[in-house]
């Protein structure tokens, strides 16, 4: 059964720094996906990952598929990326679809 | 270009009664799955379809059903409520290559059901 696991839990930053959120997991997989969530609930997709690097904007996300973690970096945060990430794998078949972590709970303060 | 539409936002149920959620994808998305929040378990796998075929199934009772139709709209079914329910049930629908393995994960605003 696919574990996975995030961290930090919570993490508090001043505006401007540098962010960086790990996602872990147990077993082999199709794609790993980085979520955010805002207050009130709506989930947006980040990124879909299965190997090497993607850049949107300031968000960053890597992969290393040998060492089973995932990366997701903020750069230059700012007040606006306030929110929920969760990472979640898919590892295409049975009971797991996509299986989340617990969210990393992000507060950039100005 | 639409988005994912949920209905009805909001729910309120007493317990043993049953629902059903709906959730119409993107136009041109043949694959739905559905999702629970909760505080407690966070994010958990209810069920996936493609072109109205249940491709998997998370680790629910058997209370919590589902079914996707021609036109890829999907609907969930959780009878004999219970206050443990009580849930943000989230849907997404996503395009599929040819392996089946979904991507582009698009989520509706969910349903909020509060069990009574």
């Known amino acids: 059964k696919n574990e996975v696991e995030q961290s930090p839990q919570n993490l508090t930053a001043q505006e401007g720094e540098f962010i960086t959120i790990n996602c872990s997991y147990s077993v082999g997989i199709s794609a790993l996906h980085w979520l955010q969530q805002h207050p009130g609930g709506g989930i947006v997709s980040l990124f879909m990952l299965s190997s090497g690097k993607k850049k949107h904007g300031r968000l960053i996300a890597t992969i290393n598929i040998q060492e089973k973690h995932s990366s997701l970096h903020i750069t230059a945060s700012h007040p606006r990326d306030s929110a929920v990430y969760i990472c979640?794998?898919?590892?295409?078949?049975?009971?797991?679809?996509?299986?989340f972590g617990k969210g990393t709970h992000l507060i950039i303060q100005p | 270009k639409a988005g994912v539409t949920q209905t009805p936002r909001y729910l309120i149920k007493t317990r043993g009664q049953q629902v059903t959620l709906s959730c119409s994808p993107i136009s041109g998305h043949r694959s739905v799955s559905w999702y629970q929040q909760t505080p407690g378990q966070g994010l958990q796998f209810l069920f996936e379809?493609?072109?109205?075929?249940?491709?998997n199934k998370g680790n629910f009772p058997g209370r919590f059903s589902g079914r996707q139709f021609s036109n890829s709209r999907s609907e969930m079914n959780v009878s004999t409520l219970e206050l443990g329910d009580s849930a943000l049930y989230l849907c997404?629908?996503?395009?599929?290559?040819?392996?089946?393995?979904?991507?582009?994960?698009?989520f509706g605003s969910g349903t909020r059901l509060t069990v009574v």
């Open positions: 979640a794998s898919y590892s295409g078949g049975g009971a797991d679809g996509l299986t």
């Open positions: 997404a629908s996503s395009l599929s290559r040819g392996n089946y393995i979904p991507y582009g994960y698009t």
């Open positions: 379809y493609f072109s109205e075929t249940q491709r």
